[in-house]
């Protein structure tokens, strides 16, 4: 049995783990919480009303997504320095592509700006029942837009499950975990745009998400709850 090293110190991991859990707290309020408030798809009249009637939330929303992206920068650079001795070119991989996700998440900001906008009377449009249907359209693209992240953030989960798996000092079945949901990421998006009327596959990424979010949860709390610099491997 040989011993691997952790190659960070103590409260590196755990800084790391508390801003992996914060991501998590604010994702769930913004894309889990306040989206079922919001937003009626489907009808920009309700849609439009809806908006204009819950404002502060909407713009509490916004800056729980700002929060999300600048924190998403900081962790990825840290991931990176914690898993580049496993494998310099996979911890690259998963580096890059979670910046990239964090740059689509900032640039999709707008979509969600543009309806604010509109619906407060700016003089962009000739009436409001236009600026309801071009409000709905932009919240439109910017749920395409999350897909679009998906993809990215995908990509970055294969690689860190990767990384997690063969690192020797992280528990192997949290690696397990983080591929396992990389693929519920990338199949929602490949999916909805290519087979939206699937429900095999739609199933099959709701349960593959599910992983991903025990996998990064128990991530989380492992960062943040880690006892020892070592762990012997076979």
Do not use: C
């Amino acid at each position: 049995m040989t011993t691997m090293n952790f190659p960070t110190s103590k409260s590196y991991t755990r800084i790391a783990g508390v801003l992996y859990l914060l991501i998590a707290l604010l994702g769930f309020f913004s894309i889990g919480y306040a989206p079922t408030v919001l937003f009626v798809p489907g009808d920009a009249l309700a849609n439009a009303q809806s908006i204009l009637n819950h404002q502060g939330l909407f713009r509490i929303t916004l800056f729980s997504d700002i929060l999300i992206i600048i924190i998403e920068m900081v962790l990825t650079v840290m991931l990176y320095h914690m898993f580049k001795a496993v494998n310099n070119t996979v911890a690259k991989v998963a580096l890059y592509s979670r910046l990239a996700m964090s740059f689509i998440m900032a640039i999709n900001l707008i979509n969600y700006l543009i309806p604010l906008h509109l619906l407060n009377g700016a003089n962009y449009v000739k009436d409001m029942e236009h600026a309801q249907s071009l409000a709905l359209l932009f919240l439109d693209a910017h749920q395409d837009g999350v897909l679009i992240w998906g993809l990215f953030f995908g990509l970055h989960l294969t690689a860190l499950g990767y990384m997690v798996y063969r690192s020797g000092y992280v528990p192997k079945v949290l690696g397990v975990l983080l591929l396992l949901g990389s693929f519920g990421y990338t199949i929602e998006s490949v999916s909805t745009f290519t087979l939206p009327d699937s429900l095999l596959l739609s199933y099959l990424s709701m349960g593959l998400l599910g992983f991903a979010v025990i996998g990064e949860l128990s991530f989380a709390i492992w960062l943040m709850t880690r006892k020892r610099n070592s762990i012997g491997i076979l």
